[in-house]
């Protein structure tokens, strides 16, 4: 499917979505610790999740209610939490 066919429900029309990266933060950077934070758009739950190095699964929100749209985001940031 091309991009010009793609739909996303409830979504308008003149949406762009060409930018949206499929990757979570569970994804990158797994030899780390890492901060995640979590949102469920669908029902407003949230967590925040310490993700030790080698974690790829994602939160546990997602798998129990899977129609649901969930948005991710780093928390720590390695450039910015270093210790001097």
Known sequence: MSHA??????AAPNVDTREIDPTTPFDRD?????V???YCCSCE?????????GRTREWEHADRHPTHVIDYWREDNSDTNQLI
Do not use: K, N
């Open 5 to 10: 066919e793609e739909t996303v429900r409830g």
């Open 36 to 38: 995640i934070g979590c």
């Open 30 to 34: 797994t030899d780390d610790r890492r």
């Open 45 to 53: 739950a949230t967590a925040t999740i310490l993700a030790e190095p």
